[in-house]
């Protein structure tokens, strides 16, 4: 969470000219405000309706931005394993300036809230990871062009 997936995600799209698509964007379009859908129908309905939009997002060739809590489900986790995944992440000092009014369900309790989360996932995030990019200190963009210069190297 907070970690730059969804701007460094359209930047990659750009780049490589595929569409991109954030899946918390779509759920929002689809379903209302994802912390009303929190508040309203809880974290369980969510993850149901959640794990449906990646599952849609990944048919198609495409940048896909996935909320931090999509790799929980474990069909998605099955899913990943047949395409390259980029694991953005950023460290508790940097996403303590980024998370200021957030409206995420998840973190009322601010950076603690966020670290639990975090050291709860990060094997997950690790094991899924085809690469690691840190985005805590550089730049989106230069983050983007080495993300797109080493995809264009593998295909």
Request: charged share 25%; aromatic share 6%.
């Given at each position: 969470?907070?970690?730059?997936?969804?701007?460094?995600?359209?930047?990659?799209?750009?780049?490589?000219?595929?569409?991109?698509?954030?899946?918390?964007?779509?759920?929002?379009?689809?379903?209302?405000?994802?912390?009303?859908?929190?508040?309203?129908?809880?974290?369980?309905?969510?993850?149901?309706?959640?794990?449906?939009?990646?599952?849609?997002?990944?048919?198609?060739?495409?940048?896909?931005?996935?909320?931090?809590?999509?790799?929980?489900?474990?069909?998605?986790?099955?899913?990943?394993?047949?395409?390259?995944?980029?694991y953005l992440s950023v460290n508790a000092k940097a996403v303590a300036k980024r998370l200021g009014g957030t409206k995420r369900p998840l973190l009322a309790g601010g950076i603690t809230d966020w670290q639990r989360i975090f050291d709860q996932r990060r094997p997950l995030y690790e094991r899924l990871a085809s690469i690691h990019f840190d985005t805590s200190r550089r730049p989106i963009g230069g983050i983007a062009d080495e993300i797109v210069a080493w995809v264009r190297k593998r295909q």
């Open positions: 969470m907070a970690a730059g997936k969804s701007k460094i995600g359209r930047r990659v799209a750009r780049g490589l000219g595929v569409p991109f698509i954030d899946t918390d964007k779509v759920i929002a379009a689809r379903y209302g405000p994802i912390s009303e859908i929190f508040a309203r129908e809880g974290e369980d309905y969510f993850r149901v309706i959640e794990r449906t939009v990646v599952a849609e997002a990944l048919l198609a060739p495409s940048v896909v931005s996935l909320g931090g809590g999509a790799v929980l489900d474990a069909d998605t986790q099955t899913d990943l394993a047949d395409h390259t995944v980029i």
